[in-house]
């Protein structure tokens, strides 16, 4: 279950996972790996700030066009 009340500027677990086009257990896996940062939320529902999130997505979008 999603968050209704987030801050502006983050995204849910759910959304990351959904713009990024990966599982959520991708999701933990970033962070496991020190490539995605949580930035609020809980430990059961974190947030992740938007411009991390869209740096990755940048970055995927870089290695797939090489």
């Given at each position: 279950m999603e968050s209704q009340n987030i801050r502006p500027g983050h995204l849910t677990a759910h959304q990351t996972a959904r713009?990024?086009?990966i599982s959520l257990d991708?999701?933990?896996q970033l962070v496991r790996r020190g490539r995605l940062?949580?930035?609020g939320g809980s430990p059961r529902q974190p947030w992740y700030a938007?411009?991390?999130?869209?740096?990755?997505i940048l970055e995927r979008r870089a290695s797939k066009a090489a």
């Amino acid at each position: 279950m999603e968050s209704q009340n987030i801050r502006p500027g983050h995204l849910t677990a759910h959304q990351t996972a959904r713009l990024l086009g990966i599982s959520l257990d991708g999701v933990r896996q970033l962070v496991r790996r020190g490539r995605l940062n949580r930035s609020g939320g809980s430990p059961r529902q974190p947030w992740y700030a938007a411009e991390d999130v869209t740096t990755l997505i940048l970055e995927r979008r870089a290695s797939k066009a090489a």
